[in-house]
């Protein structure tokens, strides 16, 4: 099967088919002299007689005409080296790139007949009339229009001149000026023939045998656009950012999001997934190159060109898709419907069970659980410190098999939620006094659980409890109690004593030890940049993790305030994803510490605290002695049994006694009947020790395994100054 061809027959069928955003669809039929149109190839070619009749008839032709025809092609080809800038310039100045993109968008509405891609198209002609107009009113300010109203003022001035003074310089300037257009006419020929080449080269490739056929390519550009994918290549030259509130479409959204990219540079693939939220606009962005850490460095940049408020843009990394970001414009709170905190009843959960503390910018649930977990909480001043810790100890305290500690050297720790706490210590001397307590604890269930067939790991249970520990403005302690934090986290973990411990900084200069980055829960709210870095590593800010860019509450204002970015929350993925910590009503956290306390709070199992007797104390809390014996420094810190650390924090005593009647208590419950007898309030070691039946040294064993050592008694017993036991110091011990 073959086809005549005319020989200049150019198709240009782009408008035929429409224009797609992203992949425009161009398809060109050029004439070549080479013969028939070949069916079973689909390659289209002009038959060769044609040409040679063309050729033979204008060599055949008279001097005359062709000296006419030769005039005719300088002046055509001068002219069209005139018209061509002209109608460039005039059509840059007017937006003729969109207006042909407009023309081409009507064109399709005609001939379509779904009414959501009709709504679609008509979406894009308004944003496109938008365009055109602000470019017009920027185009009609440059430079170059300006030079072109001159030069036509120039062009007026040689024809007056024309007129005026004689033809004779006025016609040199014509000549030059004719000559200047024939050679910017010529080339343009020769461009419109390599164009048109071009253009036939693509098409015979297109055509070509295992190529895309013509409809191939229309229904990959229709799938594309039903997909939401735009690319920088819908975009017109030039294209300029302006405010996201323009967009009222996805289209719009996507447009003005591919403008602001593109201008600062992000090597931008495409963006899809464009949504409206009730917040503001999100959509999915790939980069070609690099990472999306591009955008992020841009983010200040971005907001500017959208017109929004500081923190407005959020990008975060996608770790299923490494060339990925969501980029979220926020325009409004983006947690304003977020459910409010489940209730808890008392003793209704496991310390192992996660419960919902916090909701993601998308909406998905955080879920949190303490057992074997350390962590720590940093925000600075107005980030919400407090209501994170509430948020984690209000499940914690409705656990049937965990006791909450509630320590805070500074300020008022779990504040309404401290009564169902069964320890609160706020002096330097009860937390230093908790620490300590809760190191020898853990040492001590390191050599029972075995005994009791726990195996590696403590097996919290209501028997058996976990006791988790909250240390609120950690920076604070004293540095005894900062050593104890320390040793206590090295081996709580284990033996189900969880620390979490909260600081308005996360580096050395707040912390005193770089452990912030060694603990496996992370939850930072409102900080600085170093301390972003500082918790969660260098350059995590070009991987998202962005709590730096969270803005702390003010008296009037919350702003941020509870915002927070979290890593190493067990059965939580470690994404650089935003949250919002739940908060409670107010009044609401006070009445359920009191349901809480009233149901009745836990005490440690007396397995432990009897396998603490046999712990040696860390050397740093011993007393120092010198070599005749004599007291050469007390001990910084005595280890108390738990009655006596309940007295020390002032809490309610236990329900019955449990701390295990030991020899070294009995030894001093005799002491003290021996000084009740004698009515006395004070001992000598020596004699004390006679009437118990006992030497001094197996006294002194005795009692310092209760925290006692001999002190000084002043003048007593026909002495100056001996040594001895106090009454007070032999009650308090016990």
Same mark, same amino acid.
């Given at each position: 099967?073959?086809?005549?061809?005319? &020989?200049?027959?150019?198709?240009?069928?782009?408008?035929?088919?429409?224009?797609?955003?992203?992949?425009?669809?161009?398809?060109?039929?050029?004439?070549?002299?080479?013969?028939?149109?070949?069916?079973?190839? /689909?390659?289209?070619?002009?038959?060769?007689?044609?040409?040679?009749?063309?050729?033979?008839?204008?060599?055949?032709?008279?001097?005359?005409?062709?000296?006419?025809?030769?005039?005719?092609?300088?002046?055509?080809?001068?002219?069209?080296?005139?018209?061509?800038?002209? %109608?460039?310039?005039?059509?840059?100045?007017?937006?003729?790139?969109?207006?042909?993109?407009?023309?081409?968008?009507?064109?399709?509405?005609?001939?379509?007949?779904?009414?959501?891609?009709?709504?679609?198209?008509?979406?894009?002609?308004?944003?496109?009339?938008?365009?055109?107009?602000?470019?017009?009113?920027?185009?009609?300010?440059?430079?170059?229009?300006?030079?072109?109203?001159?030069?036509?003022?120039?062009?007026?001035?040689?024809?007056?001149?024309?007129?005026?003074?004689?033809?004779?310089?006025?016609?040199?300037?014509?000549?030059? /000026?004719?000559?200047?257009?024939?050679?910017?006419?010529?080339?343009?020929?020769?461009?419109?023939?390599?164009?048109?080449?071009?253009?036939?080269?693509?098409?015979?490739?297109?055509?070509?045998?295992?190529?895309?056929?013509?409809?191939?390519?229309?229904?990959?550009?229709?799938?594309?656009?039903?997909?939401?994918?735009?690319? &920088?290549?819908?975009?017109?030259?030039?294209?300029?950012?302006?405010?996201?509130?323009?967009?009222?479409?996805?289209?719009?959204?996507?447009?003005?999001?591919?403008?602001?990219?593109?201008?600062?540079?992000?090597?931008?693939?495409?963006?899809?997934?464009?949504?409206?939220? &009730?917040?503001?606009?999100?959509?999915?962005?790939?980069?070609?190159?690099?990472?999306?850490?591009?955008?992020?460095?841009?983010?200040?940049?971005? =907001?500017?060109?959208?017109?929004?408020?500081? /923190?407005?843009?959020?990008?975060?990394?996608?770790?299923?898709?490494?060339?990925?970001?969501?980029?979220?414009?926020? =325009?409004?709170?983006?947690?304003?419907?977020?459910?409010?905190?489940?209730?808890?009843?008392?003793?209704?959960?496991?310390?192992?069970?996660?419960?919902?503390?916090?909701?993601?910018?998308?909406?998905?649930?955080?879920?949190?659980?303490?057992?074997?977990?350390?962590?720590?909480?940093?925000?600075?001043?107005?980030?919400?410190?407090?209501?994170?810790?509430?948020?984690?100890?209000?499940?914690?305290?409705?656990?049937?098999?965990?006791?909450?500690?509630?320590?805070?050297?500074?300020?008022?720790?779990?504040?309404?939620?401290?009564?169902?706490?069964?320890?609160?210590?706020?002096?330097?001397?009860?937390?230093?006094?908790?620490?300590?307590?809760?190191?020898?604890?853990?040492?001590?269930?390191?050599?029972?659980?075995?005994?009791?067939?726990?195996?590696?790991?403590?097996?919290?249970?209501?028997?058996?409890?976990?006791?988790?520990?909250?240390?609120? =403005?950690?920076?604070?302690?004293?540095?005894?109690?900062?050593?104890?934090?320390?040793?206590?986290?090295?081996?709580? %973990?284990?033996?189900?004593?969880?620390?979490?411990?909260?600081?308005?900084?996360?580096?050395?200069?707040?912390?005193?030890?770089?452990?912030?980055?060694?603990?496996?829960?992370?939850?930072?709210?409102?900080?600085?940049?170093?301390?972003?870095?500082?918790?969660?590593?260098?350059?995590?800010?070009?991987?998202?993790?962005?709590?730096?860019?969270?803005?702390?509450?003010?008296?009037?204002? &919350?702003?941020?305030?509870?915002?927070?970015?979290?890593?190493?929350?067990?059965?939580?993925?470690?994404?650089?994803?935003?949250?919002?910590?739940?908060?409670?009503?107010?009044?609401?956290?006070?009445?359920?510490?009191? =349901?809480?306390?009233?149901?009745?709070?836990?005490?440690?199992?007396?397995?432990?605290?009897?396998?603490?007797?046999?712990?040696?104390?860390?050397?740093?809390?011993?007393?120092?002695?010198?070599?005749?014996?004599?007291?050469?420094?007390?001990?910084?810190?005595?280890?108390?049994?738990?009655?006596?650390?309940?007295?020390?924090?002032?809490?309610?005593?236990?329900?019955?006694?449990?701390?295990?009647?030991?020899?070294?208590?009995?030894?001093?419950?005799?002491?003290?009947?021996?000084?009740?007898?004698?009515?006395?309030?004070?001992?000598?070691?020596?004699?004390?020790?006679?009437?118990?039946?006992?030497?001094?040294?197996?006294?002194?064993?005795?009692?310092?395994?209760?925290?006692?050592?001999?002190?000084?008694?002043?003048?007593?017993?026909?002495?100056?100054?001996?040594?001895?036991?106090?009454?007070?110091?032999?009650?308090?011990?016990?």
């Amino acid at each position: 099967m073959s086809t005549e061809v005319q &020989p200049t027959t150019v198709l240009d069928v782009t408008r035929v088919l429409g224009r797609r955003p992203g992949a425009p669809f161009r398809a060109a039929v050029q004439a070549t002299p080479a013969g028939a149109t070949d069916a079973s190839i /689909g390659t289209i070619r002009q038959t060769a007689p044609a040409v040679e009749q063309a050729a033979d008839a204008t060599f055949r032709a008279p001097a005359w005409r062709r000296a006419a025809a030769g005039t005719w092609r300088v002046v055509k080809t001068a002219g069209v080296g005139t018209v061509t800038p002209v %109608r460039r310039a005039w059509g840059y100045q007017q937006g003729g790139e969109f207006t042909q993109q407009i023309r081409l968008n009507e064109l399709l509405i005609t001939n379509e007949n779904d009414p959501e891609r009709k709504k679609v198209l008509l979406d894009e002609i308004a944003q496109l009339r938008a365009a055109r107009a602000a470019a017009t009113h920027d185009r009609h300010r440059e430079k170059k229009t300006i030079a072109g109203l001159a030069g036509g003022v120039f062009v007026m001035t040689l024809l007056i001149l024309a007129f005026v003074i004689g033809p004779v310089a006025p016609a040199a300037a014509a000549g030059a /000026g004719l000559g200047g257009a024939y050679l910017a006419g010529r080339k343009e020929v020769q461009q419109r023939a390599k164009a048109a080449e071009l253009a036939a080269a693509k098409n015979a490739a297109a055509l070509e045998p295992g190529g895309p056929s013509k409809e191939e390519v229309e229904a990959a550009v229709t799938a594309a656009q039903e997909a939401g994918v735009y690319s &920088p290549a819908m975009l017109p030259r030039g294209a300029k950012p302006y405010p996201i509130s323009r967009a009222t479409t996805e289209a719009e959204a996507a447009d003005c999001i591919l403008r602001a990219l593109v201008k600062e540079g992000v090597p931008v693939g495409d963006i899809s997934e464009v949504e409206r939220k &009730p917040w503001g606009w999100q959509c999915v962005v790939r980069v070609t190159e690099g990472t999306p850490g591009a955008i992020i460095k841009v983010t200040d940049n971005l =907001e500017t060109l959208f017109d929004t408020a500081h /923190g407005s843009v959020r990008p975060q990394p996608m770790i299923e898709r490494r060339a990925c970001a969501k980029l979220r414009i926020i =325009e409004s709170d983006p947690f304003a419907s977020a459910p409010p905190p489940e209730y808890l009843a008392p003793k209704s959960i496991s310390i192992r069970d996660r419960r919902r503390i916090g909701s993601s910018i998308d909406g998905e649930e955080l879920l949190a659980t303490l057992a074997g977990v350390m962590g720590e909480v940093v925000a600075a001043s107005g980030g919400g410190k407090t209501g994170i810790l509430q948020a984690l100890a209000e499940i914690t305290t409705a656990c049937r098999d965990a006791i909450t500690i509630d320590l805070d050297p500074a300020g008022d720790g779990l504040e309404d939620l401290g009564p169902a706490a069964r320890l609160q210590g706020r002096t330097h001397e009860q937390i230093e006094h908790v620490l300590l307590w809760l190191l020898i604890l853990c040492k001590a269930r390191a050599r029972l659980r075995k005994t009791l067939g726990m195996g590696r790991k403590w097996a919290a249970s209501a028997e058996h409890p976990s006791i988790v520990v909250f240390i609120d =403005e950690y920076p604070k302690l004293s540095r005894l109690a900062k050593k104890l934090a320390w040793d206590l986290l090295l081996v709580g %973990r284990k033996e189900a004593v969880p620390v979490v411990f909260a600081s308005q900084g996360g580096t050395t200069a707040y912390l005193g030890e770089n452990i912030a980055q060694m603990l496996a829960m992370k939850i930072v709210g409102p900080c600085k940049k170093v301390d972003t870095a500082a918790v969660f590593g260098d350059g995590s800010a070009a991987e998202g993790w962005l709590p730096h860019r969270l803005a702390p509450a003010t008296d009037t204002d &919350p702003r941020d305030a509870g915002h927070v970015y979290a890593q190493g929350i067990p059965g939580t993925q470690d994404a650089p994803v935003e949250y919002k910590i739940h908060e409670h009503a107010k009044g609401m956290l006070a009445k359920l510490a009191d =349901e809480r306390r009233d149901a009745g709070l836990l005490d440690p199992d007396p397995d432990s605290l009897q396998a603490m007797a046999d712990v040696d104390l860390p050397d740093y809390v011993l007393p120092e002695f010198d070599v005749e014996g004599n007291l050469k420094k007390e001990a910084p810190v005595d280890l108390l049994t738990w009655e006596q650390l309940l007295r020390l924090c002032e809490a309610d005593p236990p329900a019955e006694a449990i701390t295990p009647d030991t020899p070294a208590r009995q030894a001093a419950r005799k002491a003290i009947a021996v000084l009740d007898e004698k009515g006395v309030d004070r001992a000598r070691t020596e004699p004390l020790a006679e009437a118990l039946g006992l030497g001094p040294d197996t006294l002194r064993g005795l009692l310092r395994e209760l925290g006692l050592e001999p002190v000084q008694l002043g003048a007593f017993d026909g002495r100056s100054n001996p040594r001895g036991y106090r009454l007070e110091d032999l009650e308090r011990a016990i």
